[in-house]
């Protein structure tokens, strides 16, 4: 009698078949003992409708219902950004946000907030068009209290425990900075620079129900913000690699981001105005955003915080100067984690870790944290802390480290 074939099925499943009779069903796969080696089951979910290319801005009528609020940046008046929103829109564009300034703090958003839902509540839509300041401002708008003061959104937020806010509004956005993926995730980071402490706002409502992705509204952002932008998402792309939460599906996003970022970002910022270069940007940052819409970042957002409060450092700056360094921190703790780094990066640490640094260098960013007045006591004390936080807990070195 022929040995059994072992193969990775449920024994009820071995038990009905008759292998003496030397036939395989047809609907079984070879024989094989690799089911250690499958990955494991992942589930990727983004609820997100995404249009991305060129002219999407244009469908913003369709895709905005009922009466709508605009959020934007000071610039987009004078880059006619405003009048093309106003045509598209109609009456149906009943408020006008466009105040907004990087980093959005919750000393101005207060008065924003308050003044939007005493004014507009019966309003559908809130259109954010800017960066990512403008769509986690947007976050915060579209959630709604029940006294209407802003401070009771805040204490829920602090205390962190889950709560159902009690009206809400649609979010659509379309970004105008090829980085933070805040299109597509539902997290919106909210500063107290007075307190020196920052919130994270994430609700199902606060998923955007529509991104509209024109990479030709980001023909007119500044070298500075090209390249800060960038690597925010070169950062959710690692981010979410070194990341106890990654799985096979961010990795795929994560790993064509990277790919991209590193030919196209130096180039950019050479050549502003090339839109295929653009185009090619916001493809990636927003893989980069898909990719951590699932994950979350991890370590080098952790210390990002400290660094833009603290320091004052642009958050795109701030979460990729260490990428280096964390680099080598997430390398060897995890056999699967290395082996998808190492698609990007290559086997030896040392060259991928120099090959990051010339990388950051060439776009005129500094990967010390002595290079920002931090000293290596103090450094070391962040690096500590960020490894707690919500975020650094995430990072596959954060129980080791
Ligand atoms: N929610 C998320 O998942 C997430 C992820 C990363 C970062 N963020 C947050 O996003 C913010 C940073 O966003 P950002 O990096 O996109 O920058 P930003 O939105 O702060 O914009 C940077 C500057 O560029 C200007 N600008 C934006 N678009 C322009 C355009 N098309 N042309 C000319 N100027 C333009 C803005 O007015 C601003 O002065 C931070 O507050 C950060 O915390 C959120
Ligand atoms: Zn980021």
Redo the contacts with the bound molecule.
Sequence with gaps: MPARPVIGLADSTLQSIDWNENRQPSSMAAPSNNNKELPMPACFHNPVTIVFGGGSLDQIAEHCPGKVALVT???AAQ?GLLATVRSLLGERLVCVIDNVQ???DVAWLRGVHEAFWAQHGDCDTVLAL???????TAKALIVGTASGRFDELLDLLASGKPFVPPRHKTLVAAP??A????EV?P???L?DAGQQKKYSLHLPCTWPSVALIDPQ??L???AA?TV??GL?ALS?ALESIWNHNANPLSDTFALSAIEDILDCLPRLQQDLGNPELRARMALAALKAGLAFSNTKTALAHSISYEMTLRHGL???IACSFTLPLVLGLAWGRDAGRDQTLQKAFGHNLAAAQQRLRAFLHRLGVRTEFEDYGVTAAEAEAMIDAALQGARGRNFIGAQAA
């Design positions: 940046f000071p610039e880059l990087p980093n959005p800017g960066g990512g300041s403008a769509i986690d105008t900075t980085g933070t993926g805040s995730t997290w919106a980071t500063w509204l980001m007119s952002v500044p913000v800060s932008t925010d959710h642009p958050h795109g």
